[in-house]
């Protein structure tokens, strides 16, 4: 990232993805992606940015999505559109769709795939996945969070939502206006904040004191 944190007036995209991966800054954290790896995900978040189909809050899910390691063999505009990135609601037992209006059941197996398919957390040995309150994304410990080139958008009003459900049921209720500039993503978790988590043994959502 730039000194001043700002992304790539060009590419729009923070500078940690737009250099090459062996001059990021040395005081980074580095996770075990190759530099070809590396060049590949940031070729597709470009893509995904350059995408007119896409809605700005659809692109920033969609780069949460691939940084959570879930890929497609696809490239270009058809490759970002494939990713439909959702978030579980453990009350009845459904994921739901960001910003689409339907619901459908998930399994334990198909929960368990998605978080086998994460990069595994190298700053601590936990068993379980966080949620973070200010975004709702899942991650495997605050720096991981932190350390996360592109974030989905903070939700400035989480506090009108049920603790269980750190996400509202539809993302049409979220206007662009709360979601900040397209490419305003950066931020820090406060966690102390933390409520919910993921276990990584029956990978079902819970409180994160149980």
């Not at 001043?4 to 729009?12: F, I, L």
């Not at 920033?60 to 505009?77: A, K, W, Y």
């Not at 009108?160 to 539809?170: F, V």
Request: aromatic share 6%.
């Amino acid at each position: 990232m730039s000194q001043n944190g700002e992304p790539n007036a060009e590419t729009g995209i923070p500078s940690e993805i737009d250099m090459g991966y062996e001059e990021a800054a040395p005081g980074r954290r580095r996770n075990s992606m190759t530099v070809t790896q590396e060049r590949e995900r940031r070729a597709s978040i470009k893509a995904i940015l350059a995408d007119d189909t896409l809605a700005p809050i659809e692109k920033r899910r969609s780069i949460q999505h691939l940084m959570d390691g879930r890929r497609s063999s696809m490239s270009g505009g058809s490759m970002a559109s494939s990713v439909q990135p959702g978030f579980g609601d453990d009350d009845n037992n459904t994921i739901v769709s960001y910003g689409y209006d339907k619901d459908f059941a998930i399994s334990n197996e198909q929960t368990k795939r998605t978080e086998e398919s994460r990069p595994p957390c190298h700053h601590y040995e936990r068993g379980c996945t966080i949620i973070a309150p200010c975004c709702g994304g899942a991650f495997g410990c605050r720096i991981c969070h932190d350390d996360c080139p592109v974030l989905p958008p903070r939700i400035s009003n989480a506090g009108q939502y049920h603790r269980s459900a750190s996400l509202p049921s539809s993302f049409t209720i979220i206007s662009e206006s709360n979601c900040g500039d397209e490419h305003d993503t950066h931020h820090q978790i406060d966690r102390f904040a933390i409520r919910e988590v993921i276990c990584r043994q029956c990978y079902s959502r819970q409180p994160s004191k149980t």
